[in-house]
């Protein structure tokens, strides 16, 4: 199977990245209790999945499990961000994602930044519309950008790193994605079950503002407002 990550930022890809190892680790336990065999030695078992989930260097192609149905096994990490507002925000952080993915063997694609998209869309609801109006069209954006890639590629399953943020709201996200999968019969959303939302990572650019324009004016306000 193979899993596209749509990726907002290099931090919530981390938090993606745990989460899923947390996913296998359990598909893979759970496997391992249907044996009698692999029960024998589970403590071993916990031990070295307590050690997979721990360790930075764990690639996403170690993982060989010839069960794997329903579980990806293949990763592909996708920069689609036409929302980021100015350019040099979305360098910064395209950037991160790069040293990040280049630190941990991740495969990464980006899609051609291309902000008037975001524009024709949220303008198209008033001037300065408000987050509940502008933040479920931009989501949707994204995650169709990344359905199209999955389709063209042949991806099986799609997922998204906004899951990862305590600012977003999870259950639209959620419920919009399955709605956009219903366009593409080849391609499914996936979600881990457990799905980590707080970052210990360092040594990174990490943004201070959601990303769009709209966004950094009001967190402008709310700093000088102070
Ligand atoms: S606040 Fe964030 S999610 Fe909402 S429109 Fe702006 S960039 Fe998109």
Not at 28 to 50: G, I, P, R, V
């Amino acid at each position: 199977m193979k899993l596209l990550i749509h990726t907002c930022c290099a931090d919530c890809a981390l938090k993606m990245e745990q989460s899923f190892f947390q996913a296998v680790n359990k598909h893979d336990l759970n496997l391992a209790k249907q044996s009698e065999d692999k029960l024998t030695n589970q403590d071993e078992m916990l031990k070295q999945q307590k050690t997979d989930i721990e360790s930075p260097n764990r690639k996403f192609a170690d993982i060989k499990n010839p069960n794997f149905v329903k579980m990806p096994g293949e990763m592909l990490f996708y920069f689609a961000n036409d929302n980021i507002h100015p350019r040099s925000e979305w360098l910064s952080r395209y950037r991160a994602l790069k040293k990040i993915a280049k630190e941990r063997n991740w495969k990464i694609a980006v899609k051609n930044y291309r902000p008037s998209d975001y524009f024709e869309h949220i303008l198209s609801l008033g001037n300065f519309p408000e987050e509940s109006q502008r933040c479920p069209v931009c989501w949707r954006l994204r995650l169709k950008n990344s359905f199209n890639y999955a389709a063209a590629h042949e991806f099986d399953l799609v997922t998204t790193t906004l899951l990862s943020s305590h600012y977003q709201a999870s259950k639209i996200i959620t419920r919009i994605a399955e709605d956009i999968a219903q366009q593409y019969p080849q391609v499914d959303f996936w979600q881990p079950p457990q799905i980590n939302k707080d970052s210990e990572f360092k040594g990174f650019y990490k943004q201070n503002y959601c990303g769009c324009a709209f966004s950094l004016v009001e967190r402008m306000r709310e700093k000088y407002k102070k």
